[in-house]
C-alpha cells in the first residue's frame, strides 16, 4: 500500500512504466520496473536512469557560510572551489554521523546539500539549531527533482542533449545549464561505481526532463532503475547506507571514513571524541565478507568468531556483477584483518565467510 506516502514529481511516470512501487522513508518509491538484476547490469553495461527526487536539498548562505559549514561537517568544506561537489559527513557532538550528504559550492559564500531522505527533516533541523554567525539555512526540498543518469554510456546519451561540454565536468564537479531545453544543475557525481551524472531541475521539469532522457536514451540501451538495484550497485562498491552502515552512534573511524575526517581543520563538531579514538584505536571497523558457502547476509544478521559473537551484518546481497554472496558488517577490531575466516548465522546455521578488500567490485 502506498496510500499517505510522499511522491516525487516522477511519481505518474513511475507507475505508468509498471514499476513496483514500496515504501522508502516515507516516499511511495519504484523498487524495480522489469527486475533488480536485469537493471543493475544494464547500469554496469549500459546505462540506467534513476529517480532520487526524494532526496533533500538544504542550501547554506551567507557570509560566514563557509566557517559554519567547516564547523558542522567532518570535511575540509574551504579546500572546494566554485562548481565543485564534495563527499562529507556532519557529526553529532559525540563523532557519532548525524548524515552522509553531499556538499555543492555554488557560490563563494552559498552552498546546497544534498542529504539522505530519511533524514531530511532531522537535517535540516540540527543544521537550522546550529547556525550562527551570518548564515542563512533554508530546507529547498520542494523546490527540486533529480534524476541520476548512470553507466558508462551516460555521457554518449546525455552529451546531445546540452551544450555543456559533459567531458570538462571532472569527477565530483558541476555545471549549469540546458539539458533538452531544460534549466539544470548537472554534476558528475552518482551512487554505482559507474561513471554519470546527477541532474537537479526545477520539480515542474521533471517529468519532460525524464520523458527526454528516456527517449533519446533508448538506442544506448537506457532503462529506468530502481530501488533494489540502486542499492546492490552500492553495495558492490561498498558505499555506506545510512541506516545501515551508518547512524549516530557511529564514527567515521569505525565506518573506514577517515579520508574525509580533516583534522587538519580548525575545530569541529565531534571533533575531540573522534581525536582521543584515533589515538586509543577503535573497538570495531566495518569490513567487507564474501561467502564461501551456500546462503545470503542479510542486514542484522550476527557475526562469530570461534563461536563467540563479534559483530553483525550492516548489508549483503548476492552480487549481480561478480555471482556471489557479500556483506558489509562491522566486527570486533581484531577480528577484521583481510582473509580471516567469520562465520555468518543464517537461520541459525553458521555459514562461513571470509572478510576480503573492498570495494567488492572494480570496474
Same mark, same amino acid.
Given at each position: 500500500?502506498?496510500?499517505?506516502?510522499?511522491?516525487?514529481?516522477? #511519481?505518474?511516470?513511475?507507475?505508468?512504466?509498471?514499476?513496483?512501487?514500496? &515504501?522508502?522513508?516515507?516516499?511511495?518509491?519504484?523498487?524495480? #520496473?522489469?527486475?533488480?538484476?536485469?537493471?543493475?547490469?544494464?547500469?554496469?553495461?549500459?546505462?540506467?536512469?534513476?529517480?532520487?527526487?526524494?532526496?533533500?536539498?538544504?542550501?547554506?548562505?551567507?557570509?560566514?557560510?563557509?566557517?559554519?559549514?567547516?564547523?558542522?561537517?567532518?570535511?575540509?568544506?574551504?579546500?572546494?572551489?566554485?562548481?565543485?561537489?564534495?563527499?562529507?559527513?556532519?557529526?553529532?557532538?559525540?563523532?557519532?554521523?548525524?548524515?552522509?550528504?553531499?556538499?555543492?559550492?555554488?557560490?563563494?559564500?552559498?552552498?546546497?546539500?544534498?542529504?539522505?531522505?530519511?533524514?531530511?527533516?532531522?537535517?535540516?533541523?540540527?543544521?537550522?539549531?546550529?547556525?550562527?554567525?551570518?548564515? &542563512?539555512?533554508?530546507?529547498?526540498?520542494?523546490?527540486?527533482?533529480?534524476?541520476?543518469?548512470?553507466?558508462?554510456?551516460?555521457?554518449?546519451?546525455?552529451?546531445?542533449?546540452?551544450?555543456?561540454?559533459?567531458?570538462?565536468?571532472?569527477?565530483? $564537479?558541476?555545471?549549469?545549464?540546458?539539458?533538452?531545453?531544460? $534549466?539544470?544543475?548537472?554534476?558528475?557525481?552518482?551512487?554505482?561505481?559507474?561513471?554519470?551524472?546527477?541532474? #537537479?531541475?526545477?520539480?515542474?521539469?521533471?517529468?519532460?526532463?525524464?520523458?527526454?532522457?528516456?527517449?533519446?536514451?533508448?538506442?544506448?540501451?537506457?532503462?529506468?532503475?530502481?530501488?533494489?538495484?540502486?542499492?546492490?550497485?552500492?553495495?558492490?562498491?561498498?558505499? *555506506?547506507?545510512?541506516?545501515? &552502515?551508518?547512524?549516530?552512534?557511529?564514527?567515521?573511524?569505525?565506518?573506514?571514513?577517515?579520508?574525509?575526517?580533516?583534522?587538519?581543520?580548525?575545530?569541529?563538531?565531534?571533533?575531540?571524541?573522534?581525536?582521543?579514538?584515533?589515538?586509543?584505536?577503535?573497538?570495531?571497523?566495518?569490513?567487507?565478507?564474501?561467502?564461501?558457502?551456500?546462503?545470503?547476509?542479510?542486514?542484522? #544478521?550476527?557475526?562469530?568468531?570461534?563461536?563467540?559473537?563479534?559483530?553483525?551484518?550492516?548489508?549483503?546481497?548476492?552480487?549481480?556483477?561478480?555471482?556471489?554472496?557479500?556483506?558489509?558488517?562491522?566486527?570486533?577490531?581484531?577480528?577484521?584483518?583481510?582473509?580471516?575466516?567469520?562465520?555468518? &548465522?543464517?537461520?541459525?546455521?553458521?555459514?562461513?565467510?571470509?572478510?576480503? *578488500?573492498?570495494?567488492?567490485?572494480?570496474?
Amino acid at each position: 500500500m502506498t496510500q499517505g506516502l510522499k511522491r516525487t514529481p516522477l #511519481y505518474a511516470v513511475h507507475r505508468r512504466a509498471g514499476a513496483k512501487v514500496v &515504501e522508502f522513508a516515507g516516499w511511495g518509491m519504484p523498487v524495480q #520496473y522489469r527486475g533488480v538484476i536485469e537493471e543493475h547490469l544494464a547500469v554496469r553495461s549500459r546505462a540506467g536512469l534513476f529517480d532520487v527526487s526524494h532526496m533533500g536539498e538544504i542550501e547554506i548562505a551567507g557570509a560566514d557560510a563557509v566557517e559554519f559549514c567547516q564547523r558542522i561537517s567532518a570535511n575540509d568544506v574551504a579546500r572546494m572551489k566554485v562548481s565543485q561537489a564534495q563527499y562529507n559527513l556532519l557529526l553529532n557532538d559525540r563523532g557519532g554521523v548525524v548524515d552522509d550528504v553531499i556538499f555543492y559550492r555554488l557560490e563563494p559564500n552559498h552552498f546546497l546539500i544534498c542529504v539522505n531522505a530519511a533524514n531530511s527533516d532531522k537535517d535540516f533541523h540540527w543544521i537550522r539549531d546550529h547556525a550562527e554567525g551570518k548564515v &542563512e539555512v533554508a530546507d529547498v526540498s520542494a523546490r527540486y527533482a533529480q534524476m541520476a543518469l548512470q553507466g558508462p554510456m551516460a555521457g554518449k546519451i546525455l552529451q546531445p542533449l546540452t551544450a555543456l561540454r559533459l567531458g570538462e565536468i571532472k569527477s565530483f $564537479h558541476f555545471g549549469f545549464g540546458d539539458v533538452a531545453s531544460i $534549466h539544470c544543475l548537472v554534476a558528475r557525481t552518482g551512487y554505482t561505481g559507474e561513471d554519470g551524472f546527477e541532474l #537537479y531541475c526545477q520539480s515542474g521539469d521533471a517529468e519532460r526532463l525524464w520523458n527526454a532522457l528516456m527517449e533519446f536514451g533508448a538506442s544506448e540501451g537506457l532503462v529506468p532503475v530502481g530501488l533494489g538495484a540502486r542499492d546492490t550497485l552500492r553495495l558492490e562498491k561498498a558505499y *555506506p547506507l545510512y541506516g545501515h &552502515e551508518l547512524d549516530d552512534t557511529t564514527t567515521p573511524l569505525e565506518a573506514g571514513l577517515d579520508w574525509v575526517t580533516k583534522f587538519s581543520k580548525p575545530a569541529f563538531i565531534g571533533r575531540e571524541v573522534l581525536v582521543r579514538q584515533k589515538e586509543e584505536g577503535v573497538k570495531r571497523r566495518l569490513v567487507g565478507l564474501e561467502l564461501r558457502e551456500p546462503g545470503i547476509a542479510r542486514g542484522d #544478521y550476527p557475526l562469530f568468531k570461534n563461536g563467540e559473537p563479534i559483530g553483525r551484518v550492516t548489508s549483503g546481497t548476492k552480487s549481480p556483477s561478480l555471482g556471489k554472496s557479500i556483506a558489509l558488517g562491522y566486527v570486533a577490531s581484531e577480528a577484521a584483518g583481510i582473509g580471516n575466516s567469520i562465520d555468518v &548465522e543464517i537461520r541459525g546455521r553458521k555459514v562461513r565467510s571470509e572478510v576480503v *578488500p573492498l570495494p567488492f567490485y572494480r570496474r
